[in-house]
């Protein structure tokens, strides 16, 4: 392999391996080069500083030569005669280091440049021994042309030296900082060895340690012996066990830290409600396997469910519901219902009949015909008007039976009449629904009395705090004298009350001098978990052996 078929192959090599840093592809001044590579950063800074004015800004920028590796790799500039392997490297360097000063630390773009370094270092260092061995056997097997080789020879050589003293691999470093219990040391810090820029501290307090690397690589392993378990107190297993888990505890034995209520009173709808930091299990959890094993979940699917049925049925109803003329309010309708037959003692039970309507036989007579008149004064007509549930605005009108002539209502018209009204008030008596939000937010103090409605609108609400107050003293007076301790209920109530009269007149009178600055820690009941679980270890007592 010729020294030119090298620096090809390099070229394809390292143009595959910086497709996600663009380092052949960044652009450097073409006329800066530095023989000694441990100044090439020095030797850099010096350069622009000697171009730029007092602000830090190049003079005549355009004027600056600029260039890439890929161009000088297409221009055949680097030629291994000419020490283009050190060129290679020395432009390789000086890219980095631009591009390492130029990203963060710590980021992935930081990262991969300084990787493709090292990669792109330790490749040339190899390549190099390798074509340095290669022109080494020729030399032994044709001694014809000995002085081009032995200078190439040299070149590569002086550039081996060169890359191989300059390429340092840095040491590893760790965050440590000292607390009260221990030291606390951070994950290793891969900071690149081409980066001048001091460390970025997270914190003051922190330090920066070096890792020393192991120096007993080449010792021998220690065996499993050192690295097993003691296996001494491991009873035979032919042996029948006699007991079981001896020194086993489980995690559910002990008293685990859990989600903890907070109780503000009348502070509970802005302040917070649980407490859950370090704690094991929280609120959410707890709550839905205690819903899930009462089945509420269940019951709030049905309640969706006959929701969108009721709304449904109220739009079915609001389409089919007959609007009445306005005047059928104030007219009074009457109806009656006799029968004739063709006896002689009913012939002059009706005179002037308006509308007769022949009806099939009901009571067994062929000639059974049914009058329907219209008469004020021998049967009223009553109206009821009312919601039935699903469709509001509806009425109905029932016939009111009475005896017509002597005769009784038929049992049909009894019948029709119950059935109408269980429906009527099956459908009114409709239960209440109780939300569950209510009856978990409610409180003694969010309850008002018709006298508090009443003295606000008045303007006496404080003649109603005074006989408040009052009626509180009489009732402890005659409760202290009595020895008893616990308040009533009566008391209790009258507290609240006082207690909410007061807090009204207050926010009624808009006094902003009267809430002190508030205070915005509370107290907490805090449960400290150190992490560890103990295991309770069975002492088990030796027995003193008595000399006979």
């Not at 020729?138 to 030296?161: A, C, R």
């Not at 109780?263 to 959890?285: C, F, I």
Request: with cysteine.
């Amino acid at each position: 392999m010729s020294p030119d078929d090298l620096l090809a192959d390099l070229q394809i090599v390292l143009k595959a391996a910086s497709t996600k840093c663009d380092v052949l592809d960044e652009k450097f001044p073409s006329k800066f080069y530095e023989e000694i590579p441990a100044k090439i950063y020095e030797s850099y800074f010096k350069f622009i500083k000697n171009r730029s004015n007092l602000e830090g800004v190049l003079r005549n920028e355009d004027k600056l030569a600029l260039t890439t590796i890929n161009e000088k790799f297409d221009n055949k500039e680097y030629i291994p005669e000419q020490h283009g392997i050190y060129k290679l490297y020395h432009d390789i360097t000086l890219v980095c280091i631009l591009l390492i000063h130029y990203y963060p630390q710590g980021t992935k773009n930081y990262y991969m440049v300084d990787k493709f370094y090292h990669f792109a270092t330790e490749l040339i260092l190899r390549e190099c021994y390798k074509l340095g061995m290669i022109i080494d056997a020729n030399d032994d097997i044709d001694s014809t042309d000995t002085s081009t080789n032995t200078e190439l020879d040299d070149v590569i050589g002086k550039d081996f030296i060169k890359v191989s003293m300059n390429y340092k691999l840095p040491l590893t470093q760790t965050y440590h900082i000292k607390t009260k219990d221990l030291d606390l040391f951070s994950s290793l810090i891969s900071k690149s060895n081409l980066d001048k820029r001091p460390h970025e501290l997270p914190n003051s307090n922190f330090e920066i340690n070096n890792v020393i690397p192991q120096t007993n690589v080449q010792e021998e392993a220690p065996r499993l012996g050192f690295v097993a378990a003691n296996t001494s107190n491991i009873p035979d297993p032919t042996l029948t066990p006699t007991t079981m888990l001896t020194n086993f505890s489980h995690p559910n034995w002990y008293n685990l830290p859990t989600t903890t209520w907070l109780n503000y009173d009348d502070y509970k709808s802005w302040a917070p409600t649980l407490k859950e930091d370090g704690t094991v299990v929280d609120s959410t959890t707890r709550g839905i396997t205690w819903l899930k094993k009462v089945a509420y979940m269940n019951i709030l699917k049905e309640k969706k469910i006959v929701e969108e049925k009721e709304t449904s049925e109220e739009k079915l109803d609001k389409e089919e519901t007959i609007i009445e003329p306005a005047n059928t309010a104030d007219t009074t309708v009457a109806a009656a219902i006799t029968k004739t037959t063709n006896t002689p003692g009913t012939a002059d039970a009706i005179e002037t009949p308006t509308n007769t309507v022949n009806t099939p036989n009901i009571t067994g007579s062929t000639n059974n015909t049914t009058t329907i008149t219209t008469d004020t004064t021998t049967i009223n007509a009553r109206k009821m008007e009312g919601d039935m549930g699903a469709g509001a605005g509806s009425e109905t009108k029932m016939l009111d039976m009475t005896e017509v002539n002597g005769t009784k209502p038929t049992p049909d018209g009894i019948v029709a009449d119950n059935a109408a009204d269980k429906e009527t008030s099956g459908k009114s008596g409709k239960s209440k629904v109780i939300k569950l939000e209510n009856l978990f937010n409610w409180s003694p103090s969010n309850y008002l009395g018709q006298d508090e409605i009443e003295s606000f609108k008045n303007g006496r609400q404080e003649k109603l705090v005074n006989e408040t107050l009052l009626k509180i003293q009489n009732l402890r007076k005659k409760r202290v004298s009595n020895r008893v301790t616990k308040p009533t209920e009566e008391e209790t109530q009258l507290y609240h009350k006082a207690k909410r009269l007061m807090k009204e007149i207050i926010l009624a009178k808009q006094v902003s001098d009267f809430f002190p600055s508030l205070c915005k820690s509370f107290p907490i009941v805090q449960a400290t978990y150190s992490g560890n679980i103990p295991v309770i270890r069975a002492q088990h007592a030796r027995k003193r052996r008595h000399r006979k």
